[in-house]
């Protein structure tokens, strides 16, 4: 099982909006709606910002957002903060019940 | 509060065997399916195994497959990994992670993580 497709990084001011894309394919992100994002500072565990596509759990802020269209889901991060620069990583339900990570994408706020 | 406690890590030779252990508190054990993941240093995430609330459901990552095994304990509300032919490439922290059911399971929760090292 390949490692879904996300860009290295991406960046922002202060107040911008930046997404992040996670590429799979008809195996796993175009066929499920089984797809989480997380966010990793760095030394930490991973914490939950997306689940199922669309969802956001308790706590997290609506500046967060996800979507997807095809084989490609995407986040959305409105209002960029300082606290908001960390790792985020794309996850995705598979054909063979198994689950995949995105490569990973490093959002820096300038 | 939902809390996850890794245990078991450590130095193992290339073809060793390690068991990792997971005790979560704050939640009813029996109710959710658990997972691993793991990173290696400064790399991405990598998922590895899946186990359903009873235990006799799992799942593998391909690079996994056949090395390790995913178990639990629900009397002892533990979740365990057991780790065989330990290969160089298998040097991670490994983190438990707690699954929630909406209209799928989703993982929630993730512990602080446990590292293994591979190395003669």
């Known amino acids: 099982q390949s490692a879904l497709t996300q860009p290295p990084s991406v960046s922002g001011s202060p107040g911008q909006s930046v997404t992040i894309s996670c590429t799979g394919t008809?195996?796993?992100?175009?066929?499920?709606?089984?797809v989480s994002w997380y966010q990793q500072p760095p030394g930490t565990a991973p914490k939950l910002m997306i689940y199922e596509v669309t969802n956001r759990p308790s706590g997290v802020p609506d500046r967060f957002s996800g979507s997807k269209s095809g084989n490609t889901a995407s986040l959305t991060i409105s209002g960029l903060q300082a606290e908001d620069e960390a790792d985020y990583y794309c996850n995705s339900y598979t054909s063979n019940s198994t689950y995949v990570f995105g490569t990973g994408t490093k959002v820096t706020v300038l | 509060e939902v809390q996850l406690l890794e245990s078991g890590g450590g130095l193992v030779q290339p073809g060793g065997s390690l068991r990792l252990s997971c005790a979560p508190s704050?939640?009813?054990?029996?109710?959710?399916?658990m997972s691993w993941v793991r990173q290696a240093p400064g790399k991405g995430l990598e998922w590895v195994s899946v186990?359903?609330?009873?235990?006799?459901?799992?799942h593998y990552a391909d690079s996994v497959k056949g090395r390790f095994t995913i178990s639990r304990d629900n009397s002892k509300k533990t979740l365990y990994l057991q780790m065989n032919s330990l290969r160089a490439e298998d040097t991670a922290i490994y983190y438990c992670g707690k699954g929630t059911y909406s209209s799928s399971w989703y993982y929630d929760y993730w512990g602080q993580g446990t590292l293994v090292t591979v190395s003669s």
């Open positions: 704050g939640l009813t054990f029996t109710s959710y399916a």
């Open positions: 186990i359903s609330t009873s235990g006799d459901d799992t």
């Open positions: 008809s195996s796993d992100v175009g066929s499920y709606n089984r």
